[in-house]
């Protein structure tokens, strides 16, 4: 028996065997705490945080202080949304985020609603992107921070972050982006793109699931953040808590290795992708989610007109792990927020595939996959007329 073809790559990926190699021995005989300053094992353990802290920094053209480790994404979009709601809360009450967002940042600024801040959600356009014009309009006098994600993790959507960093910075307020899909795949620049504050995961870029970041900003402006988690006041008292060593070097490694193949994997991602989407939109009833080009190479996001969404997940389940919706909110039966907010019907929303394509798959395994769920469509689709 095979199993499925792997095609789940906005959910996680598989750790890159050079990165597994780079974290082994802080497993073992490098097992220092970074804070230890009396010895040898905690300073090995330091020159581990602290190399992976320069590749981070250097990845997104900011400095090694300005990166506060977390245990991934979710963290980092916490700390940053409620860090800069309490320490910010005298200058204003008023949030900007978007229809899209992953729940990560949703639920946080949901939250803080209960406490007494205003939140604005801006629609997006067909394509998923957002309107400028809508955030130009959404400022208030008391708003504080943007947040606004960098690649969408369903529909695989690149919002234009230096326009927005642009608009902000125009307006004062604090941009923050959720990364999470985004480095590794696509040139981050903090400075370029005048962002505040960046989230980001190591396991989305064939690194360890358990690790992430939040760029914080500290010169023109010094972003202020009130820490979510106290302690020992690691992190520049940002984030307390004895750094995970394996995982911070798996993180840098990992994130090293995207950026040296960065250029040529993109181009190797989009002719499948655009393989797959050749075949499949032969098909009638089928329709591309998202904007056709500004979007993660390896994303493919269709809705099927004509089918169950739970009978196509089945149908495809033998073949291929794909996902419908996000990972994180499939155990719920509700259609995605994020096609929802396409504007499509029910049906589509429920009647949806995310194909999400890595380093590696192959042109064989794409073939296979696209043929597979053709047949799978027209299966269906034959089904139904019969009863
Ligand atoms: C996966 C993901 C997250 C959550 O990241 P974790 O590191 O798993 O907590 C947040 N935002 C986006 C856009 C994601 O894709």
Avoid at 261 to 277: F, S
Avoid at 304 to 314: F, N, R
Avoid at 315 to 343: D, E, F, K, N, R
Wanted: net charge negative.
């Amino acid at each position: 028996m095979h199993r499925p073809i792997y095609l789940d790559n906005h959910a996680t990926t598989p750790v890159d065997e050079r990165v597994l190699a780079a974290m082994l021995p802080y497993f073992g005989e490098h097992f220092g705490n970074p804070a230890s300053i009396n010895h040898v094992y905690g300073w090995e353990a330091e020159a581990a945080v602290k190399k992976s802290r320069e590749i981070l920094a250097e990845a997104i053209n900011a400095t090694p202080e300005e990166i506060v480790f977390t245990s991934g994404a979710t963290e980092a979009n916490n700390l940053a949304i409620k860090g800069v709601a309490e320490a910010y809360f005298q200058k204003g009450q008023h949030i900007i985020t978007v229809a899209t967002e992953h729940s990560a940042v949703l639920d946080p600024c949901q939250y803080l609603q209960t406490l007494g801040f205003e939140i604005t959600i801006l629609p997006v356009q067909k394509d998923g992107l957002i309107d400028l014009t809508d955030l130009e309009k959404a400022f208030r006098p008391d708003t504080i921070l943007v947040s606004v994600m960098a690649a969408n993790n369903e529909i695989g959507v690149l919002q234009p972050l230096a326009e927005i960093g642009a608009i902000c910075r125009e307006h004062d307020v604090i941009f923050h982006t959720d990364a999470a899909q985004a480095i590794g795949k696509i040139p981050l620049d903090v400075q370029a793109m005048q962002i505040d504050l960046m989230s980001l995961t190591a396991h989305k870029v064939y690194g360890p699931k358990g690790i992430g970041a939040l760029y914080v900003r500290r010169r023109n402006p010094r972003v202020k953040l009130a820490p979510q988690q106290h302690g020992g006041g690691h992190e520049r008292g940002m984030r307390s808590g004895t750094l995970y060593t394996p995982q911070i070097v798996g993180f840098g490694k990992a994130v090293e290795i995207a950026l040296q193949t960065q250029a040529t994997e993109n181009q190797r991602l989009t002719q499948l992708r655009q393989r797959l989407w050749e075949i499949l939109s032969q098909l009638e009833g089928v329709y591309l989610n998202g904007h056709p080009t500004q979007r993660l190479a390896g994303n493919l996001n269709i809705s099927v007109e004509g089918v169950d969404g739970a009978a196509l997940m089945l149908g495809l389940q033998p073949v291929m792990a794909v996902s419908s919706g996000s990972a994180c909110s499939s155990a719920t039966t509700a259609p995605s927020h994020v096609l929802t907010a396409l504007g499509h019907s029910e049906q589509l929303a429920y009647a949806s595939v995310r194909f999400g394509i890595g380093r590696f798959n192959t042109a064989e395994e794409i073939e296979r996959v696209a043929e597979h769920t053709i047949s799978t469509i027209q299966s269906l689709r034959k089904q139904k007329t019969l009863v």
